[in-house]
């Protein structure tokens, strides 16, 4: 016989010794038993005049007792005999029980066959246990433990050996796959962490298979000897019952499982639809009248959470423990804490909502909110992130975006341009011709503004000491406002230095006589020379 042979014959008896006892499964026997050198014979669950079930059942065991108490003395025939309405089992001159009417129907069973039943398990127990029988089962049960013990021994060591070389095998496969498992640069799973997991797992497996051969290999071994032929069941109810009532469990929970594995496989070919749907609306492979592209995501989004919400409260009913006090109280807690505490978080996802529909900026756009003004970085459910022109992050709530005005340089800029204004003061003695032209030689001479649509002069207000002229000229580039102010300003003060023309903004005072004009030094002619004051001495003489 080759090893493998053996091998595969002592499993092959081992798995038998773990699947006989399951055939036992079912549910627990009613009545007392009625046991004799460990063995079980039969069930007693009715009383019989004064007497108990379980004071027959003693008393049976009792009388059982004295029939081995001379072991070598002859054994008494039993005999069913009929007497009345009950049928009596006696050992020679002595009645050791009797079956009544209650038993058979107890029993589900005649009373003349139930009465045959229990004297044929009674005789066959005292002949086995017979010293003549007794030695040569023990006999028998010490071979079988040895060659047990043996099996159990060499499938111990196959154990081992197959858990160790299928460690070696698996675990670089293992470690690949955990180095794989990244978010953008983080490693989620490192690669010692990995390694003492797989060592933890290979553990807890190798633990539970040989839990499982020990437990075999004691229900054999106790079953050999009558003495702890008890221990047995003892250990396979101990074990295996909770099993049982666990399996039992997982069955009755089958039909709920399956209206869940519907809601899931519903909900995700849902979701799959929506992000289709929603994708080709963005990219423009499918267009519907007055729904803007750029609505897709935040509508995908909300779609998604209203189809999660809806499976949600399909599955509840189907959950485990959905209708037990704890889940409800549970809930209610958590709703309450939810509804307190994100009172000011909901207002904010819900203006949220309302601003992607209003479409007052897209991510980009130059914009000014409230105090703030910059470029819009991001938009979330509770607040619109802005990088201003010094480059600074500003967080605003979308609660409080909805409340304010919001100005978009960027929404009109690429169609007809953005206009760019700058307001100076110029005093009433230079002709407003002379204005307007230094101005749109300004606008025209600043890199980035447009000669088409071309710069534009308002006279905006004819104030006490002078006239408020306003250059206005054409951009499409919302997000260099800020330098491009500043090289119009830059050209505005060339040209009316040039020109020789003060620039009398926002308020300026001068006496004419004995002070210098405000115009630079370099664009002075070369006499020029500061007025000084004019006295009329011919005057002070008369």
Known sequence: MTPCRTLVRTATFLLLGVLLPLQAVAPTPQGFPVSHHGVELFRISTGLGAFSAEERAKALEGRLAELDRNPFAPLPPLRVIQEGPDAQVTAGDVILFTVTEADAAAAGTEKSALAEQRRAAVEQVLVQFRPANRLKRLAAGAALAL????????????IRRLMGALRIRLEPRALAMAAQLRFQDLELIPKDRARQLLNLLGGGLQILVLLVVGYAYLSVLFGMFPWTRGLTWRLFHAVLQPLSVAGRAILDYLPNLFYLAIIFLGTRYALRFLRLIFEAIQDHRLKFASFHPDWADPTHKLAKLVTLAIALVLAFPYLPGSGSEAFKGVSLFLGVIVSFGSSGAMGNVIAGVLLTYMRPFRIGDRVQIGDATGDVIERSALATRLRTIKNVEISIPNATILASQVHNYS?????GGLILHSTVTIGYDVPWRTVHGLLLDAAVATEGLLEVPAPFV??????????????????????????????????????????????????????????????????????YRAPAFRVDLEREDT
């Open 147 to 158: 060659l047990a013990s043996l099996a159990a021994w060499v499938l111990y060591r196959l």
């Open 411 to 415: 929404a009109s800029a690429g169609e």
């Open 458 to 527: 308002l006279q905006t207000s004819l104030d006490d000491f002078y006239v408020s002229y306003q250059i206005n000229a054409y951009t499409l580039e919302p997000r260099r406002m800020a330098d491009l102010q500043s090289s119009l300003h830059q050209h505005i003060q060339e040209a009316f230095n040039r020109a020789g023309v003060e620039i009398m903004s926002p308020h300026y005072r001068a006496l004419r006589d004995g002070n210098t004009a405000t115009v630079p030094e370099s664009h002075r002619p070369p006499d």
